[in-house]
């Protein structure tokens, strides 16, 4: 991260094109209480939303409970439940840390506990920060970009903008006036294959 020349304006670059991984966290296994970390944390080094994949019809309701650290490295838990189906289960919040998987039960057959699609990065922590520019360069998929004041989890998205869909096509915004404020620091949420970079500008 650099300022730029004669300015306050502070670029920030973010870049994530890791695709999902189910067994990122957990391999193979058929834990009953604490599973065996295999990792802690996700290729790109942004939060991510975490995945568990049964391989058995007989596990329906069993829970698996995340915890770990959001976007801002505050504590962040989540229950996932299984169905009798042998599927994966995607969680709705993101982790930028997975420090331990509890299972409810053992499962019937081994499951894997992973990284979904769903992806955030905070800008400077939950530091305020003053939004002047983006560009957006498009992964192969149209997808929204979600632009939260505060986590995910807790805070609300002040706007959104959209990727056109064609890969390397990069869509360019200047704010007028003093720019677009966000109070409880600045986090931007999209889906991995949407975007190949995305740059914002701040003061």
């Known amino acids: 991260m650099s300022h730029s ?28 209480t604490s599973a065996t970390m295999a990792a802690t944390t996700f290729l790109g080094g942004g939060a991510r939303n975490v995945t568990v994949t049964t391989a058995g ?14 976007v801002f490295g505050s504590a962040l838990t989540e229950v996932i439940t299984s169905t009798g189906s042998a599927e994966a289960v995607a969680g709705a919040k993101l982790f930028v840390t997975v ?17 979904g699609s769903l992806c955030a990065q905070a800008l400077q922590g939950s530091n305020r920060v003053r939004l002047k520019g983006f560009s957006i360069v498009s992964g192969g998929s149209t997808g929204v970009v979600n632009h939260y004041n505060g986590s995910p989890e807790d805070g609300s998205i002040l706007f959104k903008s959209r990727t056109v869909g064609t890969d390397n096509t990069t869509v360019s915004h200047s704010v007028p006036g003093e720019g677009v404020l966000f109070e409880d620091g600045m986090v931007v949420q999209y889906t991995v294959a949407t975007i190949d970079m995305m740059t914002f500008f701040y003061a």
């Open 5 to 32: 020349a004669h300015s306050d304006v502070t670029p920030v670059f973010i870049s994530d094109e890791n695709a999902a991984d189910p067994d990122r966290l957990v391999t193979a296994a058929r834990p009953d």
């Open 57 to 70: 019809t007989s596990d329906n309701g069993k829970t698996c409970t995340i915890t770990g650290t959001d």
């Open 99 to 115: 420090s331990a998987v509890e299972c409810s039960a053992q499962y019937a057959g081994n499951i894997t506990v992973g990284s």
